[in-house]
């Protein structure tokens, strides 16, 4: 979740780290665990949780918890719950306007790392990563990162499939792919013909 505006409260969730969620509760216990003591993972996660609280830092005074393990149905994540006051009132809009892109998909420090990534990656990210959400009369309101989504075609007869992970010191190139190719899963898994109750 990129942001949360609720009156003068403010929250966001900054997710990176990333291993395979398998099904199996005893497997996926000891991933876990070894997620939150992976040395690689855990500085990854920082760049991106340090990220999101120094940009809601120049709006509201903020705190944040340690890093923790989510389970979703394919993948985990190392996330930290990053929350505060405002100084000035803002809407969820203009808080999300602040906040994205956060270093979990543009890198930091995130100008020098637009940059970059714009010189290298050889193609356009069109809506990667957008923010999307709700506002409601009073500014409050709630955006989350559409990631790991597609884009139809003009024609509508194929879809681009997008997804990407954060690059450390450390980081192993074919464990990385395999991290983006999880990630794929459920887009894979709405897209299949096969029947599924
Ligand atoms: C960059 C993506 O995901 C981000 C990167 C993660 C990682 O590298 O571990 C985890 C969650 C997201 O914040 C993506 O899905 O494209």
Known sequence: ??????????????????????????????????????????????????????????????????????????????????????????????VAGVVHPSAAVCGTPTELAARVLAELEGFDRGRYAGPVGWLDADGDGEFAIALRCGQVSDDGRSIRLFAGGGIVAGSDPSEELAETARKFLPMYEALSPVDRP
């Open 1 to 94: 979740m990129l942001v949360a505006v609720e009156g003068s409260h403010v929250r966001s969730q900054a997710l990176a780290g990333s291993a395979p969620v398998t099904g199996n509760v005893a497997e996926d216990d000891v991933t876990a665990t070894r997620l939150a003591a992976s040395g690689k993972n855990h500085a990854e996660h920082v760049y991106a949780a340090t990220s999101v609280a120094e940009k809601l830092g120049t709006l509201a005074s903020v705190q944040h918890s340690d890093p923790h393990v989510i389970r979703l149905p394919r993948i985990m994540h190392l996330a930290t719950d990053i929350s505060g006051d405002l100084h000035a009132p803002a809407t969820a809009l203009a």
